[in-house]
């Protein structure tokens, strides 16, 4: 795991106790942004964003059939088909080689992931079915190069099924194995302003502060 990716859980949830064993993890991450697409400039500068959905409409509007629930979030899904969509072609671009099988997405839904896979599909993307999509409890154990998360969280009320917490209340397991699945890159996507109402995401939101990407 690269040490921007480490930062946040070594701060919050390890005391500033986890360090880097491996030259690559303190290494800067700069690739040519050749198509000067919007989410190709952050996939080629930075190893890690915060993607909040925030200004755009939850789920207020049914899409391809797929109703309303709080289990979805359109965006999000339509977002993360964009960002592997974007990572193809500036690891293409840069001659590096494209290997789906080293993208992995988080959802913590069933249904969000079901949705995610089909966003995937009619994106045309290839070999989108060896991209892991699934939940944060299979992929304890394994890492990806990539990682893009969907937190999938529309209300505040949903906190208390999705955290699991420490006893002290100050780690939330399932968010700390969450960010250290990544090796290289971490995506992060979901409703900023939501997330913000519960202490420990507040706290990742703001050490983002300036990897906080606002669509």
């Known amino acids: 795991m690269h040490n921007d990716i480490a930062a946040f859980p070594s701060t919050y949830f390890y005391s500033e106790n986890l360090f880097p064993a491996l030259g690559w993890q303190t290494g800067d991450w700069r690739m040519s942004n050749v ?22 409409e939850n789920n207020t509007e049914r899409k391809e059939n797929i109703p309303i629930s709080n289990k979805i979030n359109q965006n999000e899904a339509e977002i993360i088909a964009q960002l592997v969509e974007s990572i193809q072609r500036v690891y293409n671009d840069n001659n590096i080689t494209y290997d789906s099988t080293k993208i992995g997405i988080i959802a913590p839904y069933r249904n969000q992931i079901a949705l995610i896979r089909h966003k995937l599909s009619v994106a045309g ?48 397991r399932k968010l700390n194995v969450a960010i250290t ?9 979901g409703n900023a302003k939501i997330l913000s109402d519960h202490p420990i995401y507040e706290s990742l939101v703001n050490f983002y502060s300036d990897n906080l990407v606002v669509l």
């Open 125 to 172: 993307i290839p070999d989108y079915e060896n991209i892991m999509i699934d939940t944060v409890e299979r992929f304890q154990g394994s890492q990806r190069d990539i990682i893009i998360v969907s937190f999938c969280i529309n209300q505040p009320g949903q906190f208390k099924y999705l955290c699991n917490l420490n006893h002290d209340g100050t780690v939330d």
């Open 35 to 56: 198509n000067g697409g919007f989410y190709e400039k952050y996939i080629a500068t930075r190893r890690t964003v915060l993607f909040s959905t925030e200004r755009k």
């Open 181 to 189: 699945r990544a090796r290289q890159q971490l995506f992060l996507v």
